[in-house]
């Protein structure tokens, strides 16, 4: 074997030839006599010791996954084994293009800020560290970095249903402090005087909120053959996550205004194609109408939520109306407002002191 430089030809070359594989003429990546000798001189190393790393390396190159200059390089530096693992190591970046297909699409806008589309991304790269310095980094409130380490949580258990990694990186990242949720809500007989304070169809609109704890991009997707007069249900298509399709009840004073949109006729919507910000316009001013403000549509889904567990409902009952997956958002947020003076009510005597039971005084 040795190295030699065809006429016009920039770089020496050498005949690489490997049992069981192709005899190729690779580049040695040099210019000059001296290192292209020095070149050859690590191939026949990596021939004569069958260094497992080295031959690997050499392999690559007649498969044209690495040129004979980065091993060379590599070699130099002590850092050839890490570039032979490098050729193992999955890259994530298209794998993310894939999991996008299924995937909610901010999840996939959130994943794409550490993982930009059309760079090689290594799985080995996808770390606590790398995922934990990256959050820090984002310019943005904490409770939107939980956003992120979500969404990046999502994409790492899919990764290990794939087996393209074992563990998810993500979940043994802390999170950041969220703010303490916002709390704003009204009486169920408030939500009615601003529904009928409310022009048509608005007026149902608001009152089917208020009623059921359905989200308003749900409420606008309705058609006639998601009502349940009878049975006082409404199927609500959620698509933010999989809980977010359920059958809700609507309570009883809503009634008149749910009986208003059924039509029974198909699948017809309820209600036309709406600005939101004319749905917030009409929102605020039946509030004003009323003595009210300060209220957001959002809050509708408190008011069910506190409404109907001052009323006596189960955690579980309201977690389902507001399409969670548990109790356990619905507890925290809203717990508050479950205890009321029949839980505070004595059932076992048995382990009550009794003032009867006291001994008179001497």
């Known amino acids: 074997m040795m190295v030699f430089r065809a006429d016009g030809a920039r770089t020496y070359k050498l005949r690489l030839s490997l049992s069981g594989h192709k005899p190729r003429t690779v ?19 990596f021939k004569g010791r069958r260094d497992v790393a080295g031959m690997a390396a050499l392999v690559a190159v007649l498969d044209d996954d690495l040129s004979l200059a980065a091993v060379y390089d590599a070699d130099m530096r002590g850092t050839l084994r890490d570039l032979v693992a490098s050729l193992s190591d999955v890259d994530l970046e298209p794998l993310v293009s894939e999991w996008a297909k299924r995937a909610n699409a ?4 959130q994943v794409r800020a550490l993982i930009p589309e059309g760079e090689r991304f290594p799985a080995s790269t996808f770390t606590r560290k790398r995922v934990s310095v990256f959050l820090a980094e984002l310019s943005c409130a904490d409770p939107t970095r939980n956003r992120y380490r979500a969404a990046l949580s999502v994409f790492a258990k899919w990764l290990v249903e794939r087996e393209v990694i074992e563990t998810n990186p993500v979940r043994d990242v802390a999170m950041y402090k969220e703010h303490d949720p916002r709390m ?18 608005l007026r149902n609109l608001f009152a089917i909120m208020a009623s059921t704890g359905i989200e308003l991009g749900a409420a606008l997707r309705l058609t006639t053959a998601d009502l349940d007069t009878t049975a006082k249900t409404i199927h609500a298509r959620g698509s933010k996550t999989t809980w977010r399709n359920r059958v809700v009840r609507y309570e009883e004073w809503a009634d008149v205004y749910v009986r208003f949109l059924d039509k029974g006729i198909g699948a017809v919507p309820l209600f036309p194609p709406m600005q939101h910000r ?13 003595g009210l403000s300060g209220h957001r549509l959002h809050d509708l ?8 567990l001052k009323q006596g409902y189960k955690p579980q009952v309201v977690a389902h109306q507001l399409g969670h997956k548990d109790a356990t958002m619905v507890t925290k947020v809203y717990g508050r407002f479950v205890p009321s003076e029949s839980d505070y009510v004595v059932t076992n005597v048995a382990t009550t002191p009794s003032r009867k039971a006291r001994g008179k005084r001497a």
Do not use: C
């Open 27 to 45: 580049s040695t990546g040099a210019t000059d006599e001296a290192t292209a000798a020095d070149v050859e001189a690590m191939v026949k190393r």
């Open 106 to 109: 901010k999840y996939v806008r």
């Open 184 to 201: 704003v809500w009204m009486t169920w007989k408030d939500a009615q005087r601003v529904a009928n304070a409310s022009p048509a169809p």
């Open 278 to 290: 004319d749905i917030l316009a009409a929102f605020r001013d039946a509030q004003q109408a009323v």
């Open 301 to 308: 889904r408190h008011t069910y939520a506190v409404n109907a």
